[in-house]
């Protein structure tokens, strides 16, 4: 597509419940990534995407999280047991090659909310 | 931390005045990259500037970049209403260092119509 898409763009979840947030990256790019971004913070990273190459969960906050990327495109964030403190917008980044070096193109995010 | 930090938090200016923010780094970088992120959902990418470059325009942008100061500067000129926003720098720290981009707290602009 002309951008990335999430979906869906706004969830309200019971604590406890599982969420499954959707990432569908420009066609084409290799690189994908999972960013947070709490109420008036930065962005804090979460997991990254490169091809065929193992990801790098390195910013995964929990073991709740986790995510898949299936056949180098489309990306599925899930967290299980959700806790008030994900509540948090997803957002989702793709590139036409890893490590920025043209810079990323954000989806418009997943407003999630734990309540 | 290689988090980039922006300087000022926030900034309020008249339509037609020149914005200037700020970003501070804490380790070496390949390259520095400015955003802008409008009601708090997707961001916008405004600018790559790598490591060797000092300076880069782009329309009413012009970004500078100081890698002996760690520093970088986004200045928008002629300012319009529509420049409302939240701008963010990105830090990539170089091949050693993991993949991802260090994001700051960002800076708020309000243009006074």
């Known amino acids: 597509g002309a951008g990335v898409s999430q979906s869906p763009s706004n969830k309200v979840t019971e604590k406890g419940k599982d969420v499954e947030l959707r990432c569908d990256p420009i066609?084409?790019?290799?690189?994908l990534y999972w960013y947070r971004q709490s109420l008036g913070q930065g962005l804090e990273f979460l997991i990254y995407?490169?091809?065929?190459?193992?990801?790098?969960k390195s910013g995964l906050p929990s073991d709740r999280f986790s995510a898949e990327r299936t056949g180098g495109s489309v990306s599925t964030l899930t967290i299980q047991r959700t806790q008030q403190e994900d509540s948090a917008v997803y957002l989702c980044?793709?590139?036409?090659?890893?490590?920025?070096?043209?810079?990323?193109?954000f989806g418009s995010g997943t407003r999630l909310t734990v309540v | 931390s290689q988090q980039g930090e922006e300087d000022p938090q926030a900034l309020s200016i008249q339509e037609g005045e020149n914005a200037t923010m700020n970003c501070s780094y804490k380790?070496?970088?390949?390259?520095l990259q400015w955003y802008r992120q409008n009601s708090g959902r997707g961001l916008v990418h405004l600018i790559l500037?790598?490591?060797?470059?000092r300076e880069k325009h782009s329309g009413r942008l012009r970004v500078t970049l100081d890698t002996s100061k760690k520093s970088s500067s986004l200045l928008i000129t002629a300012s319009r209403a529509a420049d409302t926003a939240s701008y963010f720098c990105?830090?990539?720290?170089?091949?050693?260092?993991?993949?991802?981009?260090?994001f700051g707290t960002g800076t708020s602009l309000t243009v006074i119509p």
């Open positions: 500037i790598r490591s060797n470059e």
């Open positions: 380790t070496s970088i390949n390259n």
């Open positions: 066609s084409g790019h290799t690189a």
């Open positions: 995407f490169q091809g065929n190459s193992a990801p790098d």
């Open positions: 990105a830090t990539d720290a170089g091949t050693n260092t993991g993949n991802q981009f260090y």
């Open positions: 980044a793709s590139s036409y090659r890893g490590r920025g070096t043209y810079g990323y193109t």
